[in-house]
């Protein structure tokens, strides 16, 4: 990529930070204070608001979803700034994110609060969550390891699913739309509540013949286009049989039917992956300092691959892991400006498989060799602010049946400098668990499990400075971030074929991000985000693979009268390839929307990807969706 479009992006930005906000996906006419009046509740595992939060957090709400009815989590997610995510050839494979330059699987993706990153590669199913069940998804960046254990190294995603409208005894709304590549999306669903009873529903369906997956030039081609058919379905009912005393039964299911490509003989290859999960939980307050929610969940994270039959092999192979977890949780109100948290996590995750060994000549099928983690945790979260003075403190124990215990804490403090001006400073520790793969894959023709395996660790170290009023926001925070016992492949012998996993590497990501939003006028947001990032490898002094050095996102939301206007531009700077260590060169989009209010209850939204029709890729030799648009008509009562 030339360096020249990057600079005018770079010289653009710089141009407009002195106008622009923290906020990435401001409602217009929504101002400041409103925004972040917005509740949290990952940053502390209670509820606050998001400015009284310390650190880089962000809630990403229903209403910023409702701009993007085509987009998949993953693209949801890397429009948020230290954010970037990868997939294989389309919405529909394999899609992780990276958060402040971390590994995909060294962030944590919840549901509800429940795990999701699952127990054979370590890895969220992002491709099983439609937009269309989600309220709202809360971002906290940084180790946040010391409030939810494991995997928590660059910070902590959670998915908030559908919730029941508390306004009114019953609201509904339908999504109806169509778009390139013979695609459709389709999803409805109603909620209410009334004398202490609360129920939601939603659905959605979408289907697309899609591109093909990978290039010529990919081992694993295929000239087939790659198709999906997705549906879910989930909802709650929740019933206050005392004041203050709930009980709630959730549920999410989910089901991607997707396309890929795994060379000759050619065949139409596909991944089939299902996501469940409910949960039980029982909120009392017991009296008026002691509050105990006690939750009780059920996850399965089930992918299938159909391929042409070979050997002693018919179509069909699983990876499949099964995930029981129960959290009792206590929050004891100090005061009115302080709060302690105390928390029994328990998590039984078991995996199952039935995959080939990768014979050439005589295949056969192997799985697991040891089944089943257990993990009791122990957390404490305190939180305190004395005038301008705000802490919070967490400590947790994670005492795993496969590498015993492992400590982890925190400890963040803000100052508020002026009523616009916020400073914050922290530090924390995080650890990633070895995955069932790492530690338990048997011996095949290519790799074998080792279970000696020690979790990765990392130390976290950062720093923000806020600036807020009525019509816009500016934040700045650099990061560094320290990990050690980092776990590589390596031939299990000297001049073997054979790899094996092991704690031998160490890296180093520095980082810087500013972030904001600004309104020009009462009609006119402009929002933008840059991030400068350093991710060594120390071992050989490279960088680590598929992280752009540099990413830029502008955006602008005009109103005029009922017609909404938006233009976007993403700007990232070339990364290296994982497996070749090739350079993939950097790449800039934009995309463009309008939508317009036809009554109260109806909106018809238009929107436009890649405008100019950009060839770049994500992964060398996968491909990405070239111009396309989509229009959608959304309904309400």
Partial sequence: MSLKPYLLATSALACLLPILTVAQNIVPGQSEAKKLDEIIVTATRSAQTLKSS?????????????QTPDASLAEVLGRQHAITFVNYGGPQTLSTI?????????????????????????????????????????????????LYGADAIGGVVNIITRK????????????????????????????????????????????????NATSDKNYYFNPDTDSYYRSNIGGQVGIAWQTDQTLTLRTYQSRNNAGTDLGTPYFNDRGIQTLSSTALTSSNQINKVWLSTLTASILTDQYDTENLPTGNLNSIQTYKTEQTQYVWQNNFKLSDAQQFSLAYERVNQKVTGQFSDGDYVSP??????????????????????????????????????????????????????????????????????????ELYWPATSSFI????????????????????HRDGQLGVTIYQNEITNLIINEPSQPGSYIYQANNIGKATIKGLTLNGNQSITPHTQIIGSFDWLSPINDDTNELLPLRAKQVLRLAAEHTWGEALFGLEWYVSSARREAFSQNNMGGYGLINASFAYTVSKHATVQVRWNNLLGKEYNLVENYNTPGSNVFVNLALSY
Avoid: C
């Fill in 54 to 66: 310390i650190g880089d957090n962000t809630v990403v709400n229903r209403e910023a979803l409702n």
């Fill in 164 to 211: 029941p409208g508390d306004k009114q005894p019953f609201e509904a709304y339908a999504n109806m739309g169509v778009g390139t590549y013979s695609t459709s999306e389709y999803d409805a669903g109603f909620s209410g509540s009334h004398n202490g009873l609360s129920y939601s529903l939603y659905g959605g369906y979408g289907q697309s013949a899609g591109f």
């Fill in 98 to 146: 990276n958060i402040r330059g971390t590994n995909s699987n060294q962030s944590l993706v919840l549901i509800d609060g429940v795990r999701t990153n699952n127990g054979s590669n370590g890895l969220p199913a992002l491709n099983t969550m439609p937009i269309n069940s989600i309220e709202r998804i809360e971002i906290v960046r940084g180790a946040s390891s010391s």
């Fill in 449 to 468: 499990g080792n279970p000696n395996l020690q979790p990765e660790k990392s130390k976290n170290i950062e720093a923000g400075l806020q600036y807020t």
């Fill in 364 to 437: 056969s099928y192997v799985g697991y060799q040891n089944a089943e983690v257990l993990t009791n945790s122990f957390v404490g979260v305190y939180q305190g602010e004395w005038g301008p003075h705000a802490v919070q403190l967490s400590a947790r124990n994670d005492a795993n049946s496969q590498f015993g215990n492992f400590a982890t804490g925190s400890i963040g403090y803000a100052y508020q400098l002026t009523s616009q001006w916020r400073a914050n400073v922290g530090f924390n520790t995080g650890f990633r668990a070895p995955n069932f793969n």
